[in-house]
């Protein structure tokens, strides 16, 4: 006999669900997920602004959702963290492209808040910066397979640029600088060398050539290094 009352004929109906999920629910859960997926991205902007107006309004709602979020990353510390590092491991490249591109955008927009914010966390992690330091030059080493310039070609490089540095003309504390870095693919014959002050040198870091001096270029336009 059918329920007169229309909270147990609701019950009932979530029961009957909940029954048919756990017989079936293993076989039509990729496929859920997917179209949950398309819905969500054919109408993001909506969602989420329904979510922001509700969040703003209902200081309530708000806080049950914080908990809610806190309690399921607690129960699910370890898992995401593995499910990061496998994705990491996996698209490592692209993902290192992208963060690349992002910065060096970003250093384009303002490279004078760009550069203070690196001096800065250096100064704030100092043993992690020197660590970066120390595993950037075994990865170099090893990539120049034992292979170098020598001591002539280096003295008549230098010759070449009167001794100055190839990025700014200075002459203090000039070094061997590569043009496209050995992490890069670059190799480590005269052909691939350029004299650089510490200072560009330490700020070219892992660009190339080309890259770097079209950040100079950048920064010339805007005034914030001399022509």
């Given at each position: 006999m059918p329920y007169r009352?229309?909270?147990?004929?609701r019950a009932a109906g979530r029961e009957a669900v909940r029954r048919w999920r756990r017989r079936h629910g293993q076989q039509y859960a990729p496929r859920r997920r997917q179209l949950d997926h398309e819905r969500y991205a054919a109408n993001r902007e909506s969602v989420l602004s329904t979510?922001?107006?509700r969040y703003a309004s209902d200081p309530a709602f708000a806080e049950r959702l914080r908990l809610s979020n806190r309690e399921w990353y607690q129960r699910n510390r370890e898992s995401?963290?593995?499910?990061?590092?496998?994705?990491?491991?996996?698209?490592?490249?692209?993902?290192r492209a992208h963060e690349r591109e992002r910065n060096r955008r970003k250093y384009a927009e303002n490279p004078r808040a760009w550069l203070d914010y690196y001096k800065h966390w250096?100064?704030?992690?100092?043993?992690?910066?020197r660590n970066y330091g120390r595993v950037s030059k075994n990865?170099?080493?090893?990539?120049?397979a034992g292979a170098h310039f020598t001591f002539e070609e280096w003295e008549a490089r230098l010759v070449e640029h009167a001794g100055r540095c190839a990025y700014c003309g200075s002459?203090?504390?000039i070094e061997a600088d590569h043009r496209i870095p050995l992490d890069r693919g670059g190799s480590n014959e005269i052909g691939n060398i350029l004299p650089a002050c510490r200072h560009c040198n330490r700020r070219k870091h892992r660009r190339t050539e080309e890259?770097?001096?079209?950040?100079?270029q950048i920064e010339r336009r805007a005034g914030l290094v001399a022509s």
């Open positions: 009352d229309p909270e147990k004929r979510k922001r107006q995401r963290r593995e499910r990061k590092r496998s994705y990491y491991a996996k698209n490592a490249d692209k993902l250096r100064l704030r992690n100092l043993e992690r910066a990865k170099r080493r090893a990539a120049a002459m203090e504390r890259e770097f001096r079209a950040i100079l």
